[in-house]
């Protein structure tokens, strides 16, 4: 079936930086999409980034865009995000997610497949 693992978060002060992993097992991801998530108390889970099969096309959400970095490697099975320049409302628990297609999209009913996910706190 395949499994998804984050790991990485954890507690950082405000313009800090985090690099969150995402390994897969069970079954290869290097056909789909693959993307990350939030979720903060409250609120609905919303996109972060994503990154396309083959890690030629990333896209990200405005709010993030310019202080993340997301990237795979595919002989790993394992993808990243790297979050630099961190803010107090980027605190929420990080999901890993992949798609059946390997194109990118943002909505959250488009991905199949979801890690546990990790809890990123950034204090002020």
């Known amino acids: 079936q395949g499994q998804l693992v984050e790991s990485g978060g954890g507690l950082v002060q405000t313009g800090g930086s985090l690099r969150l992993s995402c390994a897969a097992s069970?079954?290869?991801?290097?056909?789909?999409?693959m993307g990350w998530f939030r979720q903060a108390p409250g609120k609905e889970r919303e996109f972060v980034a994503a990154?396309?099969?083959?890690?030629?096309?990333?896209y990200y959400a405005d709010s993030v865009k310019g202080r993340c970095t997301i990237s795979r490697d595919n002989a790993k099975n394992t993808v990243y995000l790297q979050m630099n320049s961190l803010k107090p409302e980027d605190t929420a628990v990080y999901y890993c997610?992949?798609?059946?297609?390997?194109?990118?999209?943002?909505?959250?009913?488009?991905?199949?497949?979801w890690g546990q996910g990790t809890q990123v706190t950034v204090s002020s």
């Open positions: 997610a992949a798609r059946s297609g390997s194109s990118v999209v943002a909505g959250t009913r488009d991905y199949s497949y």
């Open positions: 990154v396309n099969w083959d890690g030629s096309f990333k």
């Open positions: 069970g079954r290869t991801f290097s056909s789909n999409a």
